[in-house]
């Protein structure tokens, strides 16, 4: 009789197991759907290759100017030659990639990077170059970079399948994560055992591996996109980014957390870490921290899909403040880690799932329009407190300065999450692909009946 029971357990218990399995593993199959696609494969490859490159040359290019004479003011100086054109051109780029495609400005973008690399990297074998030659090509590469990024995030669209949208956005955030932490270390190798000269040549080439792949996509005829005012152009972008609630407000949260929270962090943060943490070395943890938070997120992320995304990618946002507190209350330095390991996972799950959500309902002719708009509101104000940072502090003090800028994401995340907006957009499926015309029996596709 025992045996009885049990064999009638056995049964449903063995389906069970099977039906989970079965679950599980189309569930593995479909976190890496978006490798299945050839354009995707192509475009990832060249992608991780010049991240890798530009996480090396952030290291090399501020030796290169120690190197070469320059100062601490000068570090500013050619890092904010960099940042100032990336929000002045965004909106620009955002343009030019929905009324040229996103394939030829991206391939215009890194043309320019690789141009300024190379020639950073020549001007290095060369010598020791003036201040104002960092400073004209690292505004080359921020302007660079400001006609990539909008063409991005419309281009993945049109590469990954719909129903892997976000598991494509989680791995390019992968891919930036892991090359965040793997970069700086190699470059720190490189530059002691060769100088900043062949690191800065790497990156000038790994974006010619960018443009390769990229120049490899096999992408749908496109019709010529019809000559319209450039006024106009912005205007459509402006009433797409304007039109839904969520995608201005989410830009607002960012502007004012950018300003008041995350650029006293990136400034204040280093000092605070010289101060009680034991300098450099301890701030390096820190950031690393932070990225392998930001890589274990993406990796989760793949494959899932929120019924509300905003929702979930809202509730990660508390995990932004974190470090910023613990380094206010002077926490040792492995809680700080901790803390900015939890920033990088609710970054990076923000991201995924944020993004994936204006894809879905922006429009894809406007996407990079709309996406230039996010980008210049949510960063622009960011510029603007990395140079108010220390100058506020001097006067209210560091620890006052990091404990307001967590108190406001605390609140930011909290009065976003309740407003409405933001609770009822919901994760929306792609449209059905049209099917595939009959095809004859040569495999050639049938010809419809006159």
């Given at each position: 009789m025992v045996n009885n029971v049990s064999a009638g357990y056995r049964i449903p218990f063995i389906k069970r197991s099977k039906y989970v399995s079965r679950v599980r593993a189309e569930f593995a199959v479909n976190?890496?759907?978006?490798?299945?696609?050839?354009?995707?494969?192509?475009?990832?490859?060249?992608?991780?290759?010049?991240?890798?490159?530009?996480?090396?040359?952030?290291?090399?290019?501020?030796?290169?100017?120690?190197?070469?004479?320059?100062?601490?003011?000068?570090?500013?100086?050619?890092?904010?030659?960099?940042?100032?054109?990336?929000?002045?051109?965004?909106?620009?780029?955002?343009?030019?990639?929905d009324r040229l495609g996103r394939r030829p400005v991206m391939l215009g973008a890194d043309a320019l990077r690789c141009g300024?690399?190379?020639?950073?990297?020549?001007?290095?074998?060369?010598?020791?170059?003036?201040?104002?030659?960092?400073?004209?090509?690292?505004?080359?590469?921020?302007?660079?970079?400001?006609?990539?990024?909008?063409?991005?995030?419309?281009l993945t669209v049109q590469i990954a399948p719909g129903d892997a949208l976000a598991s494509a956005n989680a791995l390019t955030g992968a891919a930036t994560a892991a090359t965040a932490i793997a970069g700086p270390a190699l470059a720190g190798v490189l530059v002691a055992l060769a100088g900043p000269a062949p690191v800065i040549a790497v990156d000038a080439a790994s974006y010619g591996a960018s443009m390769l792949a990229l120049?490899?996509?096999?992408?749908?005829?496109?019709?010529?996109?019809?000559?319209?005012?450039?006024?106009?152009?912005?205007?459509?972008?402006?009433?797409?980014?304007?039109?839904?609630?969520?995608?201005?407000?989410?830009?607002?949260?960012?502007?004012?957390?950018?300003?008041?929270?995350?650029?006293?962090?990136?400034?204040l943060g280093p000092v605070l870490a010289r101060d009680y943490l034991g300098g450099a070395r301890a701030w390096g943890l820190i950031q690393a921290a932070s990225?392998?938070?930001?890589?274990?997120?993406?990796?989760?992320?793949?494959?899932?899909?929120?019924?509300?995304?905003?929702?979930?990618?809202?509730?990660?946002?508390?995990?932004?403040?974190?470090?910023?507190?613990?380094?206010?209350?002077?926490?040792?330095?492995?809680?700080?880690?901790?803390?900015?390991?939890?920033?990088?996972?609710?970054?990076?799950?923000?991201?995924?799932?944020?993004?994936?959500?204006?894809?879905?309902?922006?429009?894809?002719?406007?996407?990079?329009?709309?996406?230039?708009?996010?980008?210049?509101?949510?960063?622009?104000?960011?510029?603007?407190?990395?140079?108010?940072?220390g100058p506020v502090a001097q006067v209210a003090g560091i620890t006052r300065v990091l404990g307001a800028g967590a108190a406001w994401a605390v609140l930011g995340s909290a009065v976003v999450l309740a407003l409405p907006p933001v609770r009822a957009v919901r994760w929306r499926p792609p449209a059905p692909r049209p099917p595939a015309p009959p095809r004859g029996p040569g495999g050639q596709p049938e010809r419809p009946a006159p």
């Open positions: 976190r890496l759907a978006p490798l299945r696609e050839r354009n995707f494969r192509r475009f990832y490859a060249g992608y991780v290759t010049s991240r890798l490159g530009t996480s090396m040359s952030g290291v090399a290019v501020v030796f290169a100017v120690l190197g070469s004479g320059g100062t601490a003011v000068d570090l500013g100086y050619v890092a904010a030659a960099q940042i100032v054109p990336q929000v002045v051109f965004v909106l620009g780029g955002g343009v030019l990639a300024a690399q190379a020639t950073l990297a020549a001007a290095l074998f060369a010598g020791r170059p003036w201040i104002w030659l960092f400073m004209l090509l690292a505004a080359l590469v921020g302007t660079g970079e400001a006609l990539f990024q909008p063409a991005l995030d419309a120049g490899m996509l096999r992408l749908p005829g496109r019709a010529a996109a019809q000559a319209r005012p450039l006024l106009r152009e912005f205007g459509e972008g402006w009433r797409q980014f304007t039109g839904r609630a969520w995608l201005w407000l989410t830009t607002v949260q960012f502007a004012l957390f950018n300003l008041i929270t995350r650029a006293p962090y990136l400034v990225g392998a938070g930001s890589l274990l997120a993406g990796l989760a992320a793949l494959g899932r899909r929120p019924a509300r995304p905003l929702l979930t990618a809202t509730l990660a946002t508390f995990g932004y403040p974190v470090p910023c507190l613990l380094l206010a209350l002077r926490a040792p330095g492995p809680a700080v880690a901790g803390g900015a390991f939890a920033a990088g996972f609710g970054g990076a799950l923000f991201t995924t799932f944020w993004l994936t959500t204006m894809q879905q309902h922006v429009p894809a002719e406007a996407l990079a329009r709309t996406s230039s708009f996010v980008t210049f509101g949510a960063f622009g104000p960011g510029a603007l407190g990395l140079a108010l940072a």
